[in-house]
């Protein structure tokens, strides 16, 4: 049984807090210091399940961690999302047009993440489940059609399928490759897309027309 590999998610959990504090400081919902302990937790989760792969106790222990963190990551960039249109509407100068350009880029790329590792273990049980291939599916994958001797016996959908779902249900907002099967899947999907609606139809739009005057 061979364990799913943890690095990809590693590293896109370091993406996210990097763009968290390259935010400015009226946009960042969490101080410095809290963003560091919430990121070196959640890569410790990640490093147990990956040396204990038979370990469903690690495998649960890393489920619930990043569920705990996606919930904290999508309220912090709702948060943040009202900040710049409170901004905008109120016309504050306290973040300007460059600014909210950027805080608008790092709150969609944010999305994009958090709901790539959201999806990344609610489907089909997480990386533990899918080893075992006794959950039922929440989105079907190209993959899983296609004709047995297109594809390798083994193939699992692994953190990339994930991050290709959550950029796609970003940037069409709607379904792409995967279809989606569950009430909880779809429910997903609609708030990433709703999130990256706002983000970049209203303050992307604004930033772009607040420099371009």
Not at 99 to 106: E, H, N, V
Not at 147 to 166: A, H, K, V
Request: aromatic share 10%; with cysteine.
């Amino acid at each position: 049984m061979r364990s799913e590999p943890r690095w990809p998610a590693a590293l896109t959990i370091l993406a996210v807090f990097a763009l968290l504090l390259l935010l400015p400081n009226r946009v960042r919902v969490l101080p410095p210091w809290l963003l560091a302990v919430m990121g070196v937790a959640a890569l410790g989760c990640l490093a147990g399940a990956a040396t204990h792969s038979q370990s469903a106790r690690w495998a649960g222990i890393e489920r619930w961690a990043i569920f705990g963190l996606t919930v904290l990551g999508v309220m912090a960039t709702v948060i943040m999302l009202r900040v710049l249109i409170h901004d905008m509407i109120h016309g504050s100068k306290a973040v300007d047009g460059l600014q909210m350009l950027a805080s608008s880029i790092a709150i969609w790329a944010v999305n994009v993440t958090m709901f790539s590792l959201f999806y990344w273990q609610l489907d089909r049980g997480g990386p533990f489940g899918r080893v075992l291939d006794h959950r039922r599916p929440d989105w079907l994958f190209p993959q899983d059609q296609a004709p047995p001797e297109d594809m390798p016996p083994d193939w699992r959908p692994q953190f990339i399928d994930y991050l290709f779902l959550g950029f796609s249900t970003a940037t069409a907002f709607s379904t792409t490759d995967a279809l989606p099967l569950t009430g909880r899947a779809k429910f997903a999907m609609m708030s990433e897309s709703s999130i990256s609606l706002v983000t970049l139809v209203v303050v992307a739009a604004r930033a772009i027309n607040v420099l371009g005057t």
